[in-house]
């Protein structure tokens, strides 16, 4: 399984962006998330979504300006981003696992995206 990220970019704060995740084989049987990177700093949790579409998001309030979604027929899982902020900053990766436990644990998924910078300037 193969998993390529694409739609970063430079934008401008306030800005909106939509990242995509192609996954190279049923990505229904995944569960899949999105965490991202910001230099210097650790890989830090997004959101999270069973193939249900039950999605779950970090505890620092992503959920109101990041929606995650999937389209399992087309083997894609997004990452839809508003009001960007500079902070926002970083490098995104789309990651898949079986199962849900420890979804917020950048170890415990076994498939990774190679990241697509996103950059928002102020």
């Known amino acids: 399984v193969q998993l390529q990220a694409s739609g970063g970019g430079l934008v401008q704060a306030g800005d909106s962006l939509r990242l995509s995740c192609v996954v190279s084989y049923r990505a229904a049987d995944l569960y899949m998330s999105w965490f991202r990177q910001a230099p210097g700093k650790e890989r830090e949790f997004l959101a999270a979504?069973?193939?249900?579409?039950?999605?779950?998001y970090s505890t620092n309030s992503m959920k109101g300006r990041f929606t995650i979604s999937r389209d399992d027929a087309m083997n894609t899982i997004y990452l839809q981003m508003n009001s960007l902020k500079p902070e926002d900053t970083a490098v995104y990766y789309c990651?898949?696992?079986?199962?849900?436990?420890?979804?917020?644990?950048?170890?415990?998924?076994?498939?990774w995206g190679q990241g697509t910078q996103v950059t928002v300037s102020s």
């Open positions: 979504i069973h193939r249900s579409g039950d999605a779950t």
């Open positions: 990651a898949g696992k079986y199962g849900r436990s420890q979804y917020n644990y950048d170890g415990a998924y076994i498939y």
